[in-house]
């Protein structure tokens, strides 16, 4: 069973930095998609970007050209780089990882991490 701890979370003023790390234990094997999304408060889920098996990698239009994701070789790991920050980026940041399952996939959330960009 998959178990994901983020960090990197905090306050950044507007055009700031910061850089999301969600570490995975447990079996990762038959990994479909490992990625982020986020919450702002009373508004949906809202996908920011994930990387699928076969590498093919997604983002938000809101977050192109500002956001990178990328993961360690092993797949252990998942990151998000997030440069030229803005006060819409503020939200709650949840990696997700989904694995290949008999007869479907399961899916695992991390506890989600709070981002701030404010002056």
């Known amino acids: ?13 507007p055009g ?11 079996s990762i094997f038959s990994v479909n998609a490992m990625g982020w999304y986020r919450q702002a408060p ?3 889920l809202e996908l920011v970007s994930t990387i699928l098996s076969g590498g ?3 983002y938000a239009d809101s977050v192109k050209g500002r956001f990178t ?5 092993a797949e252990n790991t998942v990151f998000l780089q997030m440069n030229s920050l ?6 709650v940041y949840y990696c997700y990882v989904q694995k290949s399952a008999r007869w479907g996939a399961n ?13």
Do not use: H, M
Request: with cysteine; charged share 20%.
């Open 16 to 26: 700031g930095s910061l850089r999301l790390s969600c570490a995975a234990s447990g």
């Open 107 to 119: 899916d695992y959330w991390g506890q989600g991490t709070q981002v701030t960009v404010s002056s």
């Open 86 to 91: 803005k006060p819409e980026d503020t939200a």
């Open 42 to 44: 009373g508004k949906q």
């Open 1 to 13: 069973q998959v178990q994901l701890v983020e960090s990197g979370g905090g306050l950044v003023q």
């Open 56 to 58: 093919r990698i997604n």
């Open 69 to 73: 994701i990328s993961r360690d070789s």
